[in-house]
């Protein structure tokens, strides 16, 4: 035996025993599929557990992203800790349902080379079998295997032993020589379903039910599929609150299923399409049986889920409640109204252009404006300023917490209209000065000027008013 034959012995002997007690192909393939998902159960409850832990910790994992902003390295780092820490892995829930399409791949081979898996025969040893049934051109390549499986009855199975006896090989024993009933309720499992069926051989030889029936296997393969999908995810209770993105990712997974249902049904021999859906009609019993299960596990789950929702809008109350305060205790700060500070000596040779003394304006001032620091777009997240003005939720979460704060907000804000009125009225009046100046070129740069600065008040006095207006 090679390595391949060593390795597939387990599912081998479960196939093989099952053919020869009920001397039904179908029968055993169902039952194998059976035995396969008791086997994997207690591994599917496992990962189920897992999963509901990591939809525990998604809330968690969200304020991490959110709290390191674009710093996607420092994200991972925590929230790979938080994983960690909770001993729950981040792709536990997902390794389950991936072991059926696992177990496809032996199942195949199996299916495809009966000789050599189910009855251990070397390939000189099957070139003989088939030569001692007629097929003299033999070669074990392909599905030939599977097609010169049924050729082996009970009437050529004495001249198939023969003939392995003569290459070498021996017929009896665990693994000896054996004929396969591949009939299926009229169906022949060891062929390979043809989508215009009523071209197949089998159709134009009259055996209309066996291509009808082989046609259809693949069609209810991938309708099973989908009802086992939503019955997985009705009994699943963590994806009835799930984000919205992630059931438009569930309904692609559904979508996904019945496509690769047909793939295999059309490309595959018909034992493949059995196998499939018996493992969704078992697959369908599980998941009624693991809901029932974890139903406490599934509550649980939601009552912490509700909890966490419950901490995460106090914790950002208090944060809204905190930064209100600080912006409350700066504008209480310079509340007090400061005395109008007389027009300082500015340097206004700044605003001279060559003979034009006042080109740029009398009021013009090079350090007017700040210097805005760069901020880096894709560095951390930027923190709120405190020096920004307070928002109407603000105003009622400080008049909940600090009244007498608030009360002093709300005269420092009328105090700061006051003062830049009186700026804007300032500038009117100087404007209104200019205009009986003699020269045309300095009456015109220093309008421009007593017009910027009056249009300047005139924002800070009414910009909160005209912003609540369009709110």
Known sequence: MDIWQILMTPFSLLLRTFCQVFNSYGVALILFTLIVKVILF???IKGKRSMIKSSILSGQVQEIQKRCGNDKERANQEIQKLYAESGTSMFGGCGWSFLPILILWPLYAIIRRPFKYLMMLSEAATTAVAAAVGWADFTPVGTNEL????MVNSGTLEAAKAAVTAAGGNPEGLFGLFPINFNFFG??????PNLMFWKSDLFTSGDVWGAVGLFLLPVISAGLSVVSMLVSQKTN???????ENKQQNNWMMILMGPVMSLWIGFALPAGMCIYWIANSAFMMIQEVIAGRMLKKDYEAAQREMEEQKR???EAEKERRRKSAEKKAAALAAGSKKQPKKEKSNIDVSASQEGLRKFAR???????RY????YHDPNGPARPKEEDQPLTEEEKKLLAESRPELAAAVERAEQQAAEAAADKAGEAAVDAEALMTADDPMIQAAEIAAAAEEAEDGYEEAYAPEDEEHQK
């Open 311 to 313: 901490r995460s809008k």
């Open 361 to 367: 304006g009398r009021a013009y001032d090079p350090a």
């Open 147 to 150: 097609l010169l499986a049924p």
């Open 187 to 192: 169906i022949d499992l060891s062929k390979v």
């Open 237 to 243: 209770q963590m994806s009835q609150n799930q984000p």
């Open 42 to 44: 207690p591994l599917s």
């Open 370 to 373: 700040a210097v805005t620091p």
